[in-house]
T-cell receptor
Framework: EAGVAQSPRYKIIEKRQSVAFWCNPISGHATLYWYQQILGQGPKLLIQFQNNGVVDDSQLPKDRFSAERLKGVDSTLKIQPAKLEDSAVYLC?????????????FGPGTRLTVL | AQSVTQPDIHITVSEGASLELRCNYSYGATPYLFWYVQSPGQGLQLLLKYFSGDTLVQGIKGFEAEFKRSQSSFNLRKPSVHWSDAAEYFCAGGGSSNTGKLIFGQGTTLQVKP
């Protein structure tokens, strides 16, 4: 079974530029999560989708971050414009459903460096 | 507010020695708790989870964890550490909502000495 795929794996941009990350979850997984992991910290949930609807985006900085999951499969996370403090690893995870019994499977992450 | 705390940022153990990584949680309701491991450049891999029932849970790679409500702890243990266990370990918890949202601790980096 293929795991969660993410691209690119690494990205370096200058502040005020825009960037987009892509995630392809495990086939059949209805729930998709984007986490931000700053160096030395644990992952923090940015946004959670159930199919193509948003379940939780309470910690997404909506003035600069946006995410979509138009067909309920792949997802894109965008940052525009980027700030220095956005340097982090962005992890995508998926699960069969949103309930507490469903394991989240994580992709390898995209490491973003903002100069 | 719900929170998960890992008091130890960095731990070094000798290969073959026992290991205990600490995790404390703060939840109003019965939490469900997880331990994940992250190797360099890799995503997080689930080691074990606790939802209810037996407070001692077994996981993959020889790890186990014990849920202690009286101490608000969910410590991870392994009787004999292997060099390949060197990685970063995260404790995570979910609250009463059924959304699946996880709150992670800040992580503990494990170094294994030969």
């Amino acid at each position: 079974e293929a795991g969660v795929a993410q691209s690119p794996r690494y990205k370096i941009i200058e502040k005020r530029q825009s960037v987009a990350f892509w995630c392809n979850p495990i086939s059949g997984h209805a729930t998709l999560y984007w986490y931000q992991q700053i160096l030395g910290q644990g992952p923090k949930l940015l946004i959670q989708f159930q199919n193509n609807g948003v379940v939780d985006d309470s910690q997404l900085p909506k003035d600069r971050f946006s995410a979509e999951r138009l067909k309920g499969v792949d997802s894109t996370l965008k940052i525009q414009p980027a700030k220095l403090e956005d340097s982090a690893v962005y992890l995508c995870a998926s699960s069969l459903g949103p309930g507490r019994g469903n394991e989240q499977f994580f992709g390898p992450g995209t490491r973003l460096t903002v100069l | 507010a719900q929170s998960v705390t890992q008091p130890d940022i960095h731990i070094t153990v000798s290969e073959g020695a026992s290991l205990e990584l600490r995790c404390n949680y703060s939840y109003g309701a019965t939490p469900y708790l997880f331990w994940y491991v992250q190797s360099p450049g890799q995503g997080l891999q689930l080691l074990l989870k606790y939802f209810s029932g037996d407070t001692l849970v077994q996981g993959i790679k020889g790890f186990e964890a014990e849920f202690k409500r009286s101490q608000s702890s969910f410590n991870l243990r392994k009787p004999s550490v292997h060099w390949s266990d060197a990685a970063e370990y995260f404790c995570a918890g979910g609250g009463s909502s059924n959304t699946g949202k996880l709150i992670f601790g800040q992580g503990t980096t494990l170094q294994v000495k030969p």
